[in-house]
């Protein structure tokens, strides 16, 4: 048997355990099912004595303060995890779970933070990819709600928050489309027919306008790549997950708000766009 070292590290402490439950898994039957039994009894009785413990000195207002201190030492802290004494808070392990999915929600220009957990539901908030209605969208939004439901018992039911719009200054020409006499002289420029817009593509309309319509939502932008100003003519529109992809450098844009999913605070420039008779027009001037 090996001594007990004073001050053993966690780490070691965690090794020799591992060690021990692989040599018990070795055993015959007999002497497994033996051990096993000396195992939960010696378990029973370390966790009925630190109950003890515990619940005399948080009724101690002397001992309640060291009490608080031993939780944050990493052993005391892992032996009444173990025990079931104390419990991370839903908050925690909702966020554990979170981080686990998040690589894959990144991997399809998605994202997700959580917002809140109150009376067993938790609350989040989906970003890119994750926020629509497309068949990938939908799957992202059943990732998240399994990896919580099945993480956090806590956690019962998974609500989606709609996104807190982002402060944006709208020329007030651009909210009411007024017919003017010359409405090229205010910066505004006709660029197409609406029914001559493909849906499901990207248009170059000059060389400064792209046009994109996502299931009939039309957007413009103009038509440089925040990386390195580069024409996106050849952009690849992604319409199940939304994203307009870069063909130079493969930077990957929202294709509704023109918000980089690659890197964060990049923007494409988003042009003014109305409808009105049947014709697109696009704001390209002050």
Request: aromatic letters at 4%.
């Given at each position: ?41 010696l378990e ?43 419990r991370p ?198």
């Amino acid at each position: 048997m090996t001594d007990l070292q004073e001050g053993a590290d966690l780490e070691t402490l965690a090794r020799r355990v591992d060690d021990a439950l692989a040599a018990v898994a070795g055993l015959d039957p007999a002497a497994r099912t033996a051990a096993e039994e000396l195992r939960a009894a010696l378990e029973e009785i370390h966790r009925a004595g630190l109950v003890t413990i515990v619940t005399r000195m948080r009724a101690d207002d002397a001992a309640r303060p060291l009490l608080f201190d031993l939780v944050d030492d990493p052993v005391v802290r892992m032996l009444l995890t173990l025990h079931g004494i104390i419990r991370p808070d839903p908050v925690t392990l909702a966020e554990r779970a979170l981080a686990a999915v998040r690589p894959q929600l990144h991997s399809h220009g998605g994202d997700v933070t959580l917002d809140r957990v109150a009376d067993g539901v938790a609350f989040v908030r989906l970003e890119g990819a994750c926020n629509g209605c497309s068949m990938s969208s939908v799957t992202l939004r059943e990732l998240v709600e399994s990896a919580l439901l099945q993480a956090v018992p806590a956690i019962s039911a998974v609500e989606v928050l709609p996104n807190e719009p982002t402060p944006t200054i709208i020329p007030i020409e651009s909210v009411s489309f007024r017919r003017a006499a010359d409405p090229e002289a205010e910066g505004w420029v006709r660029v197409a027919r609406a029914d001559a817009v493909p849906v499901g593509e990207v248009s170059v309309h000059g060389s400064d306008v792209l046009v994109v319509n996502v299931d009939q939502r039309l957007s413009a932008y103009r038509n440089e790549c925040a990386h390195e100003a580069l024409p996106l003519d050849n952009a690849v529109l992604d319409v199940s997950a939304g994203t307009l992809t870069c063909p130079w450098h493969g930077f990957c844009y929202d294709a509704s708000s023109g918000e980089c999913l690659s890197a964060p605070g990049v923007q494409l420039e988003q042009l003014p766009l109305r409808v009105e008779d049947g014709d697109v027009w696009v704001r390209v001037g002050p």
